[in-house]
């Protein structure tokens, strides 16, 4: 959907554009200030805006914000997944690729138990609580794409895959990368950027190499080499670690 122009009210086609803010809030159940934070990641265009404070929404608007929450509700997607899935970067993939990623993900399914969508959700408030982490620091982790927030019987809910993180969050603090040091949850993002970056490159590299063999030979070079890059990667950390304590 492009972007659309400053217009004054009076001249609006509002059957064109029927939906203020505040109407897009009472459909969809979501604040003023998430679904600004959706626009600002890409997630829904802009409205049509008749002032710079003012802007109206149509019916696509409506749907995109319907099936942004199908995605995190149901899917327990995170934004940045979400935003891949609305922007089609998938397609990429010939049909005979796609077909091969199908199988494949048929024979390590027990490999990717443990990752985002089974189903399984646990209240937050209780595991905060527990971590001692805040409700805005729960925020900037989903703002992260660390964790999707769902919203179970007007209670905020996290998949219980991404409870690990919140736990991780709580031992760096506990560790001493506090708030007082200047330390605070976007300080992940730097990681979170790089492995984004990294895991696409394993994607758009692989994937024509692996392409015109079995699904089983694949699927067994996944299962074999995954935890030997996840090895690799945290040794190669420890030994620029070393390497920059080594000039000293």
């Known amino acids: 959907m492009a972007r659309a122009r400053s217009q004054s009210a009076a001249s609006l086609d509002r059957a064109r554009w029927p939906y203020r803010m505040k109407d897009l809030c009472e459909r969809t159940g979501l604040d003023r200030q998430t679904v600004h934070f959706y626009i ?26 319907r099936l942004v929450l199908e995605l ?7 934004l940045d997944a979400i ?16 077909a091969l990623l199908v199988q494949v993900k ?16 646990l209240a937050a408030a ?8 805040t409700r805005d620091e729960l925020r900037k982790l989903e703002q992260l794409g660390l964790v999707a927030i769902v919203k179970v019987r007007g209670a ?15 031992s760096l603090r506990e560790s001493g990368f506090t708030t007082e040091l200047g330390f605070g949850v976007e300080d ?30 694949v699927a067994q070079l996944f299962r074999q ?20 304590f080594a000039q000293f």
């Open 83 to 98: 935003r891949a899935v609305l922007d089609g970067e998938d397609h990429e993939f010939s049909p005979e690729q796609r």
């Open 126 to 133: 209780p595991l905060l609580r527990k971590h001692g982490v």
């Open 72 to 78: 995190k509700n149901e899917r327990f997607l995170p």
């Open 106 to 121: 048929e024979r390590v399914a027990d490999v990717l138990a443990a990752s985002r969508g089974t189903g399984s959700t």
């Open 225 to 244: 080499g995954l935890p030997l890059v996840n090895s690799f990667l945290v040794r190669y950390h420890q030994a620029k670690a070393r390497q920059f």
């Open 188 to 217: 992940l993002g730097s990681y979170v950027a790089a492995i984004d970056e990294l895991f696409e490159r394993e994607v758009r590299e692989l994937t024509p190499r692996l392409a015109k063999l079995p699904a089983d030979q």
């Open 40 to 65: 600002a990641k890409g997630l829904m265009p802009e409205g049509h805006k008749t002032k710079a404070n003012m802007a109206y929404y149509g019916e696509e608007h409506l749907e995109r914000l």
């Open 156 to 170: 905020q809910h996290i998949s219980q895959d991404d409870a690990w993180v919140v736990e991780l969050w709580a």
